[in-house]
């Protein structure tokens, strides 16, 4: 097994909170039946989550992601992912610590998960009142 695979292995036993987080989420086809697998190598990476049906990573990025070498490691990670064929999509960890709701719905809109309408409904004294008779 090549060093790659063994840090990916324990990056899997060693997952953050908000990777934990998420994964409860997208695991075991928890997500609209769509297979998510975690810490998985690619090339010379290792992605944090990957559909490969749908050819879309996700990443959960904390603070050293803002560093200026970070951050032009992961734009050439992305590119390079990106000629493979794959969407990589990126989500702080305050974005996970505080709107996980919001973090599910960005994730329907990138698989183009068809969500039922909200219903709303007029708020009383907006409209003429009418009454039903029996």
């Not at 998985?40 to 050293?64: A, L, N, P, S, T």
């Not at 183009?112 to 009418?130: D, N």
Request: proline share 1%; hydrophobic share 30%; net charge positive.
């Amino acid at each position: 097994m090549n060093k790659l695979t063994l840090n990916a292995r324990n990056l899997r036993k060693n997952m953050t909170t908000q990777e934990r987080k998420l994964w409860n989420i997208i695991k075991n086809k928890q997500f609209y039946n769509y297979k998510f697998l975690r810490q998985y190598v690619i090339g010379g990476y290792i992605v944090d989550f990957i559909c490969r049906e749908e050819k879309i990573i996700v990443e959960i990025d904390g603070g050293q992601h803002n560093q200026n070498e970070n951050i032009k490691y992961d734009k050439n990670r992305n590119k390079y992912l990106e000629n493979l064929g794959y969407k990589v999509v990126r989500f702080w960890n305050n974005e996970i610590d505080d709107n996980i709701e919001g973090v599910y719905r960005k994730l329907q809109e990138i698989f183009m998960i068809k969500t039922a309408p909200t219903l709303t409904l007029p708020r009383k004294g907006r409209y003429e009142k009418t009454s039903i008779k029996k």
